[in-house]
C-alpha cells in the first residue's frame, strides 16, 4: 500500500485560507468515506482534526474543514492563524482492511 | 480523562525482539479497535497494523513492511493491547504510537498514546 501524496509544503499569511490535497487511489480514499487528517505539533502525538472526509470533533476550531472527491481528500484551514503552523497528514481506511496515511504537509504561516 | 500509554520501548540490536504494550485508562479498551502507528525521526507517520475486538475475532492486519515480523495482541482483561517484534531491522527504528478507533464504523483516531521509541542500532 503506497502512502498517500500531499504536498510537501503550504503557507499562508495570517487570516487567509489554504487547502492541503490528499491524493491515493480508488482502493482507499475513493472506496470509502474513510478519510481523517491529522495535526502533529513537534514532538507531539498527532490530534485528529477531521474525521470520516468531513466531520469535526468537538473542541475542534470550525475554521478546519474536510471534503473529497474522487480518488483525493482536501483539508481547508480558514482565517489561518500562527497556531496553526504544524505538519498535517491524512489517512484513509482501504479496501485491504489496512490502513495508509499521507506523506505529510508542513503549514507554515507567514 | 481518556488515555492511552505506550511502554516497552528501549534500544536493540539488529535481528533482536521486542515487546510494546499500550495500556488504556479511563475507558475499557476491549471495545475499540486498536492500531499501531510509527515514525521515523524526521519521517512521516506509517501505519503499522490494527488488532479488531472480541467479535470480529481479534482479526489483526499488517503492513507488508512488517508483515510476518510483527503481531499484534490484546489482553481485554488488563485493557491492554501489545506490539510484539521480531527480527528487528534498523529500518524499524521510530517512535511507536497506539491508537483506537473513537467509534465503531468510524475512521477517527483518539486519543493516542505519547509515543515510545524503539532504537535498533548495533
Known amino acids: 500500500q503506497s502512502a498517500l501524496t500531499q504536498p510537501a509544503s503550504v503557507s499562508g499569511s495570517p487570516g487567509q485560507s489554504i487547502t492541503i490535497s490528499c491524493t491515493g487511489t480508488s482502493s482507499d480514499i475513493g472506496a470509502y468515506n474513510y478519510v481523517s487528517w491529522f495535526q502533529q505539533q513537534p514532538g507531539k502525538a498527532p490530534k485528529v482534526m477531521i474525521y470520516d472526509v468531513s466531520n469535526r470533533p468537538s473542541g475542534v476550531s470550525n475554521r478546519f474543514s474536510g471534503s473529497k472527491s474522487g480518488n483525493t481528500a482536501s483539508l481547508t484551514i480558514s482565517g489561518l492563524q500562527a497556531e496553526d503552523e504544524a505538519d498535517y497528514y491524512c489517512s484513509s481506511y482501504t479496501t485491504s482492511g489496512s490502513g495508509v496515511f499521507g506523506t505529510g504537509t508542513q503549514v507554515t504561516v507567514l | ?122
Open chain 2, 1 to 122: 480523562e481518556v488515555q492511552l500509554v505506550e511502554s516497552g520501548g528501549t534500544s536493540v540490536q539488529p535481528g533482536g525482539s521486542l515487546k510494546l504494550s499500550c495500556e488504556a485508562s479511563g475507558f475499557t479498551l476491549s471495545g475499540s479497535i486498536v492500531h499501531w502507528v510509527r515514525q521515523a525521526s524526521g519521517k512521516g507517520l506509517e501505519w503499522v497494523g490494527r488488532i479488531r475486538i472480541k467479535t470480529h475475532g481479534y482479526a489483526t492486519a499488517y503492513a507488508e513492511s512488517v508483515k510476518g515480523r510483527f503481531t499484534i495482541s490484546r489482553d481485554d482483561s488488563k485493557n491492554t493491547a501489545h506490539l510484539q517484534m521480531n527480527s528487528l531491522k534498523i529500518e524499524d527504528t521510530a517512535v511507536y504510537y497506539c491508537t483506537r478507533l473513537a467509534v465503531s464504523g468510524t475512521w477517527r483516531f483518539d486519543p493516542w498514546g505519547q509515543g515510545t521509541l524503539v532504537t535498533v542500532s548495533s
